[in-house]
Structure formats: structure tokens, C-alpha cells
């Protein structure tokens, strides 16, 4: 079987940034709080003129210029993301056009914060059968239009931001060895935004009702997403025959600091081989797992051969983990 391998990674964030001391002028919280809670102590802010689907075409563009290709040679895109550009059509399709990658297919993937995961399994499928050589797959957010400035309690977590990821064929039996998906709706009720779709169509009473905002049990949440994060990497992990020590880099959703390193200790993977950003970007949902793989990337972190994982976990729940030997 043909493997897909990460040919290019690209990432754009909003120059403007957030910072705690910011946040704690705006909402009833402290600079302490959230850093010593989260880990977090800034995040990227989109500014109105930017929608979902400019800070995709950025990373995609970097993504793209890194593995050496141009849009025309794109022949799928998808878009992980919780908070597009329009409820319709798909910002997928924005993306699409404003790149000028005119042969595409495109789609968007809506699995929260799992989105990377989601987005680069689907992807990597299309090269694996052979349909596709070139497939873009992106994770783009903004979530400062999705949570409530006045909930302290999860307007602090959250940032904006955009990375991608180009795939194509490996050659040497490197890429993306596996990837596991999975869902539990359940608990949908501990992460969710209740208005807006057809349960509760926007009208006056959704919206006067804050409806349209980010909604989350913050503990449940929390406890959620240490067991799936650790459970579905060990599970990817024994099924393709590793052990943990023998991963080199271990690239998790970053929702807060606390989760990293819980779910790192349940793991055994030390902290050294873990990639943590999200004392700098927040949680950025869609885009969080691929912005911290290009900034390793860009600071010569992943070497040929090495052995990464990559997990994720969000809203709905989803969750998910993919196993790469990076060629
Ligand atoms: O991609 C997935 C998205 N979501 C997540 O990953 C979130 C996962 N959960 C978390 O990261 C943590 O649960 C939080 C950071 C949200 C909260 O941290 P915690 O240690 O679980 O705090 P808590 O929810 O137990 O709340 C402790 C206290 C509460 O006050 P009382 O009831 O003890 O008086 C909250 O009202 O902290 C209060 N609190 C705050 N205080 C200051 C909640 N948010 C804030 C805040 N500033 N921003």
C-alpha cells in the first residue's frame, strides 16, 4: 500500500495578540488564574477583516511553497474547522478559490478540536487507494467569534489560528502509518454552541438567549480529555507495535497545560519530547495539533525517520490519534 507522507507544513496566525493582562481588564479573572490553571499566557486574535478561510489560504500557501507545488496541483482540500466562514457553503470551498486550486475537490471536516486528526485521516486515505497526489488538509479557526467575552470561564482558553499540512505519496514506506478516529455523543452536552442550526434556529429569543456562544463543563471536560488523549495513543501505538519510549515526538491538542503533561505521565513520554505551544497560541481547536507540528518543524525538531504522534480531542466528543514517521 502507498502511504501518504507530510510533504509541507504552513501555519498563519493573526499578528494581534491577546494577552492575559488583556483578558483580566475585559472579564473577572487574573493573569495568575490563567496561567497557572491553563498554562496559557497569550493568544492570537483575528482582526474583523479576517474571516475562517484567509487564515487557511496563509498556512496553505506556506504549506504548499515548502513542499514545492503550486494550488493548480492540489486535488483535495479539507478543512477541519468548528467556526467557517459561512454556515453555507463550506469554507472548504472559500479556501478553494482563494487559492486558485482549480483542480480541487473540497470539504470541510466538523470534529472540534479533533479536526487535524480528522482532516489528515481523510486526507491521507485518498492518497493511499491512489485517487489523489497531492491533498491539502487544514486546520483553521476562529474561535474569538465563537465563545461568550462575558463567560470567564472559557473565553480565556481559546485563540485563533490556521495551519496545513500538504500530502503525497511516500516512496520508502515513511508517512502516515496509521490514524485512528473515534466519537462518543454521549456527553455532547459538556462542549457545545446550542443555537443557530435547526434545533434552535437563530431568531431573536437565541440570540437575546447567548445561544450562540461556546457552552462547556470545563471539569467533565477536562477529566474527558485525558483519558481519550492517553487511551487512543496507546492504543495506536501497541496495534502498529511501538512502545511509547520509542516515540520521539509527541504532538497532543494543546487545551491547556495541565492535559499535556497528564496525559505525557500516563504515556511515559517525557516532557522534553513533548510539544507544548499553547502557552502562546491557546487552544486553537482545529488548527492546535498542526500549528505545534510546523512550529517543531520550523525549529528542526522532526528529523527524517523519527517516529511522531499525534493526538487530539474535542467537543461532541471526538477524539482521535495518528502515527507518522516523518519522511
Ligand atoms: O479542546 C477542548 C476544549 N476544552 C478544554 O480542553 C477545557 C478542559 N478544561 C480545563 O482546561 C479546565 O477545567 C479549566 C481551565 C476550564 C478550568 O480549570 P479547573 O481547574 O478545572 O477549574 P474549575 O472549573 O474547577 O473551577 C475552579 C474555580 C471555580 O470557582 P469556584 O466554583 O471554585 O468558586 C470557577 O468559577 O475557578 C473559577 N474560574 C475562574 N476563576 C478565575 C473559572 N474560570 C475562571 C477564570 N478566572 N477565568
Partial sequence: ?????????????????????????????????????TGIRERHIADETEATSDLAVAAARQALARAGLVPE?????????SRGDMPFPSTANFVQHKLGARRAGAMDVFAACAGSVYSLSIGAQYIETGKYRTVLTIGAEIYSRLVDWNDRATCVLFGDGAAATVLRPATDGSGILDADLYSDGRHWEWLYVPGGGSKHPTS????DGRLHYLRMRGDEVFKAAVRMLAESSLAILEKNGYAPEQVDLFIPHQANVRIIEAVAKRLGVPMDRVVVDVDRY????????YLALEEAW?????????????????????????????S
Wanted: charge should be negative; hydrophobic fraction near 45%; proline fraction near 3%.
Fill in 1 to 37: 500500500m502507498t502511504r501518504a507522507r507530510i510533504a509541507g507544513v504552513g501555519a498563519y496566525v493573526p499578528p494581534r495578540v491577546l494577552t492575559n493582562a488583556e483578558v483580566a481588564a475585559r472579564v473577572d479573572t487574573t493573569e495568575e488564574w490563567i496561567v497557572q490553571r
Fill in 73 to 81: 496541483d492540489v486535488e483535495l482540500i479539507v478543512v477541519g474547522t
Fill in 204 to 207: 431573536h429569543e437565541t440570540v
Fill in 282 to 289: 491557546g487552544n486553537t481547536a482545529s488548527a492546535s495539533v
Fill in 298 to 326: 520550523s525549529q528542526g525538531r522532526v528529523r527524517p525517520g523519527d517516529l511522531v504522534l499525534l493526538a487530539s480531542f474535542g467537543g461532541g466528543f471526538t477524539w482521535g490519534a495518528a502515527l507518522v514517521q516523518w
